[in-house]
């Protein structure tokens, strides 16, 4: 092909934004129902949201994905293409995305507000400070961190051990020296010295409880439930008994509102909130999506990493909060990828290779069987790259139709909703089924145990679960707290199925390791840590930073 | 008095606001001029401030005060107040005014958005998030500390001395334990270990730039000669020589965009940037009041704590880059603050005490002989309060005659605009004479020693300037470098004219003591410290965010 390629910010800004009026009006908002951020990005109020709360939810359409790799597999680009391949079928669709962190955005080249002719604008705000609500939770996380200092600093009447001490401080920026750090130091009169760290904002449990929450008072009883640490008697203080809850609500009550922007192709997007897929649940806000579901006929959203990450959070912590499953989910697959689960190195996967693309299939079939055990319709959509050969896409057609998986070839990075028709078209007769019998894997009242046995042989695919000494005795104290009965958050590697990043394919017979829980109450998980989970992201050799600029107009240069 | 006394918030929030839209349009802006932020806050675009370039300036009125007391003065309230009656006189009036930090709110109790029936609203917003300039200076600040220490990690190409370092990262927050920190803990791959601390925002240095560039080129240059710190032969190491100057102005690039509100009674007013009065320069942005000045026939603006700090900072840094000097200048007092500088301790202040009020007037008259040395006419607003007695204000009107200074009484908090009308009629009659003829203290060719010697001895009224070792070693690397061509910047006490804030009054004889300089090139002056600076404030035994809420439809609760 020798057709000129534009970059994602090329496309971006070439492309014609309506006023944002206009888009919510698309939808039966009127000016009053927003409080504009410029012209082209708007939050709802509240007072729209209550409004709209006894109207009939919209079909619901889930898009998650095989195990990730460095192939990428573009599922944003495939929730906005299916969008506007919806609305160019004549639904009113609606799309429910996350927020992205700023950190990574100025490090490694690649936004995630989709890409090509399949994006959400504007994509240089969104990616930059977009309409404040990360940095709103950063503020309320490091409220928080300032003022459980100060109350040990004024007599510490909680008695909190400062070795004890489980909440960190956050910066939406990649700086691993940030990682650990120890505070407080320089006197009496600096406050207590003790270890400390920062994470990155999305990994901050404010973020996850903003996309939790149902309402502000929600919020607010959420907030009062983190645990910030323990005191000398080992016992979990909250910030409940601090007493902040109100002020960080208070910071927090812009960032609860959802956001409204659109597609190139004008398709209403609601992009709010982004929590890690790991150490939380990886999905945008119960707000965002409940809106969207009383605004559109049909809302396209998105889980974290592969299937077995976030659409498993999706449904099994989400759902329940949300009230609402999905009626069809849409599981994304590259050829490229489905190459490397099948072995191939990265830089062969130029040349064909139908043997491997038919061994890494496994993967791909793996979170099929997942899908369907949560009682749910699926389609695959397989982004089609230019590498793709007509041979590998003839084997993948029939390795589908001979295990009667539904699926469909997308082209939405180069032709945007157009190139999404056939997905949006089998996506449709899915949903017109109506076969979606959504069941969850396990109950809130199972134990720990038992739901993490359920999640790791039913949706991991292996044969059972190992405790360190650590998450033995954590269990015996969490069941005297009444905390057994949270859902549970797996923090795993993306890449594999296993909790061995380069297991790829369908690895079988393996056991998984859980080393610590982590408990987050105002979320309303236990996050189970399989190893080492990276909270706090480096910047690498040559950062994205150094080929940013802007010109005389504040027009954005230089980002992605 | 048995008259219901309404706090700040509960009058803010009863006020009737104006579509911002609307307030915009008295000022001959349509909503093309404006970025909205909700319905009662916008930016301004920069078209808009480019098509008003070649527009005749309005006259500038500067407000300023005595050395700021713990009895309180009322500067911002007057501001506005005043800025309320040149309205209602039908002067078409644009007040000019800082952003106030969120840290602070947190902690004690009391906005920096007027007070009374004189304030700018929404309030609430304003001293939480705003429109997020503080939130972005806070990203573009710490952006900078990841870039440092990653250019140490990856190989320390321009061999930075990570003791030498001077650039701090910041929070909007009052967070003593983050005063002095060690990061980069951890191991070889968490980063170079190294001693850090945090400022709170409005000391950080990327905030004085953002109040003196005159446009987005200007605000990259500056960016680009911000010294970070030192490699290890000593040699200065700018922001420029690390390549990320683009990128930060990118993340500014909505930042310098001034920001419109309204007062209480609906005069346009331009909130925007807020640096420390002690390490900066203490006003609000170059490009809010020459926006203001375009707009508005008078425009009312104000400098941060006393004359002696404010007001020559104001005068020596700020107008040599706004191109447009004060055409008269207000000087803020109570007899409370007079008592207290006539030695009157701040309980017994609730007496009347007509001799201290005498002696405290000495503080008064030396910033009016400051002032007409800048060759600028004034006038004193005696802003009343409840404890004034008969005798108090005659003694003080006969000290104002016998001294020949122009003198009100204003009473804007209780009665807004109208408390000011007095006041107004003084100010316009002084523009109307003519007769500011404004000078400079020094010109920037003279050395940093004789700039030194005409602010202590021409403003402060002390006898000269003592320099310690350190910064007499100093002096001959900043001519080495050619540092010594920048204005200075004092870091001194606001409590007292000399530098010892216990010595109320008009000291005499007393010598001021520099213990180092700092260059901040971007911003373009040296800090001359005359002692601890607090850059990091600490929050309270029981902080005012205890007492904070917010009502189920996100109105804010318990804030002042």
Redesign the interface.
């Known amino acids: 092909m020798t057709k000129e390629v534009k970059s994602d910010i090329e496309i971006a800004l070439a492309a014609k934004v309506d006023p944002i009026t206009q888009i919510a009006e698309s939808i039966g908002l009127s000016a009053d129902d927003l ?5 082209t990005k708007a ?1 709802l109020t ?2 729209t949201i209550h409004s709209l709360e006894n109207k009939e939810n919209g079909k619901l359409i889930l898009v998650t994905a095989i195990n990730p790799t460095p192939a990428g597999e573009g599922k944003s680009t495939v929730t906005v293409g299916l969008g506007d391949a919806l609305s160019r079928k004549g639904k009113k669709t609606v799309i429910a995305l996350r927020e992205p962190s ?1 950190g990574p955005t ?1 490090g490694i080249k690649g936004g995630a507000t989709g890409g090509g002719y399949a994006q959400v604008v504007p994509m240089e705000d969104i990616n ?2 977009f309409t ?1 609500d990360f ?2 939770i ?2 309320a996380n ?2 928080l ?3 459980i ?2 109350h040990m ?3 510490n009447d909680l008695n909190i051990d400062q070795r004890r001490i489980v909440w960190k401080r956050v ?16 006197g009496p ?4 010295p003790r270890e400390d760290g920062f994470d990155i904002t999305v990994a901050s449990e404010i973020m996850a409880i903003i996309c939790l929450a149902t ?3 929600d919020l ?1 009883h959420r907030l009062s439930e983190i645990v910030i640490g323990y005191n000398y008697a080992r016992e979990p203080i909250t910030v409940g008994e601090l ?2 809850e ?2 960080l ?3 927090l ?2 960032a609860l ?1 959802p956001n409204l922007v659109q597609t190139l192709e004008h398709t209403p997007a609601i992009v709010h909130g982004g929590p890690f897929a790991n150490i939380a649940h990886g999905c945008n806000s119960i707000s965002a999506t409940k809106t969207a579901l009383k605004l559109g006929e049909f809302v396209v959203t998105e889980a974290g990493f592969g299937a077995d990450l976030g659409a498993e959070k999706f449904l099994d912590i989400k759902v329940p909060a949300l009230g609402k499953a999905p009626d069809c989910v849409v599981i994304v697959a590259t050829i490229r990828a489905l190459k490397m689960h099948g072995g191939v190195a990265k830089t062969e996967l130029g040349s064909e290779n139908v043997e491997a693309l038919k061994a890494g299939f496994a993967n791909l079939k793996k979170h099929t069987e997942s899908i369907q055990q949560f009682g749910l319709p699926f389609v695959i959509a397989i982004n089609k790259f230019i590498t793709d050969t007509d041979n590998e896409v003839k084997a993948l057609e029939e390795l589908c139709s001979a295990n009667d998986i539904p699926f469909s070839l997308t082209e939405v990075w180069e032709k945007g909703g157009e190139g999404g028709l056939p997905l949006a078209e089998k996506v449709i007769s899915e949903i017109e089924k109506g076969t979606a019998n959504y069941t969850r894997l396990y109950d809130d009242a199972e134990s720990i145990e038992a739901k993490l046995e359920k999640i790791v042989t039913k949706i991991y695919g292996g044969m059972g679960v190992e405790l360190s000494t650590k998450a033995q005795k954590q269990i015996v104290d969490f069941k005297k707290y009444g905390w057994d009965r949270y859902p549970i958050c797996m923090a795993k590697t993306q890449y594999s199925l296993s909790d061995e990043p380069t297991s790829l394919g369908r690895p079988e017979n393996f056991t998984i390791h859980i080393r610590e829980f982590i408990p987050k109450l105002g979320a309303g998980f236990i996050v189970a840590l399989t190893g080492d989970v990276m909270t706090m992201p ?4 040559k ?1 994205a ?10 027009n ?4 992605f």
Chains 1, 2 share one sequence.
């Open positions: 409080e504009l951020y410029g012209k939050k509240y007072e700023l100025m930059l400070h404040g940095h709103a950063t503020t490091n409220a961190s300032a003022f200092d100060n600093q004024q007599g910066v939406d920026l990649n700086d691993r020296a940030l990682r650990k750090v120890v505070v407080g130091l320089g009169i600096q406050g207590i309402d502000l008072k607010k007493g902040y109100g002020a609500t208070l910071l009550k812009d509102k480096g910047l690498p050799k950062p930073a150094l080929n940013m600029d802007v010109d005389e107009n504040g954005a240069m230089g980002l």
